[in-house]
Each structure stands twice: as C-alpha cells, then as structure tokens.
C-alpha cells in the first residue's frame, strides 16, 4: 500500500493507522509528494512488485492528487485508488471520480479509524484481490489482421475488460506460440491462458470459462432472473440484489450491452466529463457483485414459460432456470446493413458498433461511420484521433432529429469528419478485407465508389425477441407491451389470470417484466434503461408481496 501527503503529521498518522491493521500481509510506503510516489512505483515496477491501494491527498503543491492517480494508473491499472480531501473539497472528490475513476475519496480527519478508515480499504483490498492478478496474467491471443473469429474473440475479450496481448500469427512471437501448442496457422485463433492452457479456434463460452468468467448459476431458484446485462439490466441487479432478492443476470455476449461499446457517454447525469461505456459498465458490475448478484455470461436464453407460481426461462444447451420473476432487459440489436459485399466482409473491415480495438487499425486510412444517432456520432469522435478521413453517412436529412446538439457542435469542430446526409453505402468491395465502398447520394443523384478501410455500421434497432413467440405480447416490430399498452378499451390480455391491471412494466404474463429498449414506446436513453430497471425491481417486491 502506498499513500501520498506533503503534510509530515498526516503521512506518519495514516502510515501507522496502516499498519496497526494491515502489516502483517502488506508493506506500507509513505511518500512526500507526487514525483517522489511515482520514483517509488516505478521502483515496484521493475522489481515485479504488486501495487494493491493507493492513497493520495489532493492539496499537494506541483502535482495534486487526482494528477499523480492519473500517472500512477498507468503503472498500477488493477490497484485500487482513494482520494484524501478536506471537507472543503468535495469539488476534488467529483473530479477525482471522472479523471482517474477513484474508487472512493476519505475525508480527513479520519478518526476513528476503526469507523472512517478501516471499512473503506477494507473494500478496497477486497475489490482488488478479486482482480488484482489480472496485471499479471493476460490472456494471449494469436490471430490473423482480417480474420472475422479472431476478431470476435479479441472484441469479446475487450467487451468483458479481459487483458490480453495480441500477436500476429505471421509474425516470429506468434509462429512461436502455435509451435509450443502444437498446432498451424489454420487453428487460429488460439487463445492461450495465463495458466499456459491453449484453446484452438474456441467459443466464446470456450473463453470465458478458461478466463475465469462465471457462466454457471450457483442455485436452481431464485427471486429474480434478469436476462440482458445492458443499463437497464445492470440496473435492475443493483437494485435487486442490495434489497435482499436472490438475483442472477444472463448475458449472451457482453455485460454492457451497446452503451457498453460507446467510446464516450457526456451526457449521463453524474459525470460533466463524460464517461466511457466500458467504465459505466465495470462499476456497475462491480457494484452488482458487491450485493451478490449473480452474472453469467455466454448463456443464451432461448424460452420463457409460466409453470404455476414459477416462470422458467430455457438456455440453449437445454438447461433450464427458474424464479419467481423474470426481468426482460435485452435491449436492441443493431440492425444490418443489407448491401453486396457487407455480410462477406463483416469482421474484416465491417463491424456493428464502435469496436473500439480496431481503434489503431485505423491509423492513416479512411474510415466511414453509417448512422446518425448519438452512438455514431460518438463512434466518430472516437475514430477521428486515429484514422485521415472519418465519414459519417446518414440517410435522414439532417442530424438534428437523431442527435443530441452537443454532439453535433463537436463534430463540426473536427476537421477530419465529414457528414453526408440524404446519402447511402449501396456495396462494399474487397478481397482480404474492405477495400472501398459505394455511395448513393439522393441529393445530387449520383453513386461514386471510394476508398474505405473500415466501415462500421449504426443503423437502426431491432430488439431481436424472436425466441418470446408465444410467451409475451409484442408489437409488429418486437418490442416488448408492457402495463398500460396492454390494455384495449379497459380490457385487459388474454390469459392474463390477476384481479388487476398490469403493473406498469409488467408484459402479458404476470411476474415477467419489461426494462428499457427492448420495451415498447421506452425512451432509447442510457439513463432512463437504468431507471426503468431500478423501477422494475420495485415492481417485483409489490408482485412478491402480493403472492
């Protein structure tokens, strides 16, 4: 453990409150000042050192606190980190919380320990043993530039914040790493442990399972099953699992859903600096764990069935889950791009979403961005640090009905990005990997064929609930009927066996519920997904209490 203070009293005070609990398992250093910390772990570094807790106060001359955590996680990623401040300077504490995601901030004076001080690194020291290795042991990946499977196996990785290190199966350190696992180029992509375990052309459920993912349930039964581990998901296992009810989550890819995958939400109430979706995304998870909900990923849910006082939902492989009640959080999905060319080469120059790991790919060449919502917008602010050109395709006549305002004032300021409304990508080309695409602009009335080396596409949302046939009512698009659009002319559905209407997100089977994009007529925001998950959850205790 490691805590910064230019005060000489504060340094000794926390230094020996440090020690008096933790001692025995852990080294405690005490640094001056930010240069004279960051010497010390860069000392750790090289000596193979683990860095567990970092404790800095924030009012140090030359470099505050929220400066030096900021360097410091460069060095130390996985150690936990906490701000020292004054009660003056809650305003410290909230940046701290945007710059360098501090995991809480102390005030001083701390005393006693044993109430202010000891709990916090308590929780600190817990969080970090549960990742901590992860520093350490990265998973390798061994694969082609343009190979879809070995792109999909390093964006489930990135999604699901699993460290791993790519090597190029035609370069010496890769040829060197199918050699020790006996295999050739054509079982790529090979997936190596950290415990030296390799995995030729895997699943991902193949991958999570050797990477230490949970992707079996603990118990048969439980209070809720939440299936889709997007905002509104997430949300409702907080909620869930700290009000007592036995939870557990399902998620077919990745915990985060498509908010998972945006390089930058600014407009998430709590962070005026803007948030990644993967940062929003592992607090929230980490914050679900902490109240014991259960996650499982890799699991596909396939069926939902009412059997009595139960409602069971069905995996693909057969298995089955049971509870009291069903939150059905899966959100959207983006919808293809129907085009000669596309399907071919999606995952070798086409991608659905931001795949923020073909960020540096794109260095030097011209990308193009097809959608006009904010997830694009952000998708191109994102690409625009990396590739020449970026351009954002949009088949509307304007971005202003789709996007929120901040973002389109962002994106005139670029010079690298160009926007092309009333315009379409009709056919994409390519060998190996994408090469060009061609365009239609209906203003002008003319198609032009130009060079591209990544396109990734926006369009669109489709809740993808094929597999509720039969289970749940729907609208003609899929989405989810919940409470109040269930009712015609007072009547309430068909089936439906309760002496009352429908809570407000509660579908056509009583005990399933409803939360975010995936509902029908829901606001297709982050923060409304989350709050709708936090509301369902209340309407599952008024359910369970009713029983």
């Known amino acids: 453990m490691l805590t910064v203070d230019d005060d000489p009293a504060v340094s000794r005070a926390v230094a020996r409150d440090l020690r008096r609990r933790y001692g025995q398992d852990y080294q405690i250093l005490r640094a001056s000042s930010g240069a004279e910390a960051l010497d010390a772990l860069r000392e750790i570094k090289l000596r193979g050192g683990r860095l567990a807790v970092m404790l800095a106060d924030y009012r140090m001359p030359q470099m505050n606190g929220v400066e030096f955590l900021e360097q410091a996680m460069d060095l130390f990623p996985n150690a936990r980190r906490a701000l020292l401040t004054a009660y003056a300077d809650t305003d410290a504490a909230i940046q701290a919380i945007n710059l360098v995601d501090v995991d809480h901030y102390l005030l001083k004076p701390w005393d006693p320990p044993e109430e202010k001080l000891y709990p916090v690194v308590d929780e600190l020291l817990a969080a970090w043993q549960a990742a901590g290795e992860r520093e350490v042991d990265e998973v390798k990946v061994v694969g082609h530039r343009w190979s879809a499977p070995s792109y999909r196996i390093r964006d489930f990785l990135a999604r699901n914040l699993v460290p791993y290190r790519w090597f190029p199966a035609d370069e010496p350190e890769g040829r060197r790493l199918l050699d020790a696992a006996g295999v050739g180029p054509e079982a790529i992509p090979l997936v190596v442990t950290p415990d030296g375990r390799a995995l030729a052309v895997p699943t991902a459920a193949d991958v999570a399972a050797a990477v230490g993912m949970t992707t079996a349930p603990v118990r048969d039964f439980y209070d809720l099953i ?322």
């Open 226 to 547: 939440i299936v889709g581990g997007g905002p509104a998901g997430l949300g409702a296992a907080v909620y869930g699992a700290s009000e007592g009810l036995r939870t557990v989550l399902v998620e077919r890819k990745a915990i985060g859903g498509q908010a998972g995958q945006s390089s930058r939400i600014e407009n998430y109430l709590g962070f005026p600096d803007g948030v990644s979706g993967a940062q929003l995304t592992e607090r929230a998870r980490r914050q679900a764990g902490r109240f014991a909900a259960e996650v499982l990923t890799t699991r596909d849910v396939v069926g939902l069935e009412a059997r009595g006082p139960a409602r069971v939902v069905r995996f693909a492989d057969g298995a089955e889950l049971s509870a009291h009640t069903v939150i059905l959080a899966t959100g959207v999905s983006y919808r293809p791009l129907v085009a000669p060319g596309v399907a071919e080469l999606t995952g070798r120059g086409v991608y659905y979403g931001s795949a923020a790991t073909e960020g540096p790919g794109c260095a030097g060449t011209d990308v193009y961005i097809v959608g006009g919502a904010n997830s694009a917008g952000q998708a191109a602010l994102f690409f625009s640090r990396y590739a020449r050109t970026v351009t954002l395709v949009v088949r509307g006549d304007s971005l202003e009905r789709s996007m929120s305002y901040y973002l389109i004032q962002q994106l005139a300021a670029i010079g690298n990005i160009q926007v092309r409304t009333r315009c379409q990508v009709v056919q994409a080309y390519g060998e190996e990997h994408l090469e060009a695409v061609t365009l239609c602009d209906s203003k002008e009335g003319t198609t032009s064929t130009v060079e591209a080396g990544h396109l990734f596409v926006f369009i669109g949302a489709e809740p993808r609930t094929d597999w509720l046939d039969g289970a749940v009512h729907r609208d003609p698009h899929g989405f989810v009927y919940t409470g109040p659009d269930l009712l015609t002319d007072g009547r309430r559905p068909a089936g439906w066996d309760r002496d009352r209407d429908p809570f407000y997100l509660e579908c056509s089977v009583p005990g399933i519920f409803a939360a975010g994009d995936v509902r029908a007529n829901s606001v297709k925001r982050v923060a409304s997904a989350v709050g709708e998950g936090a509301m369902a959850v209340t309407l599952v205790h008024t359910y369970l209490e009713a029983q």
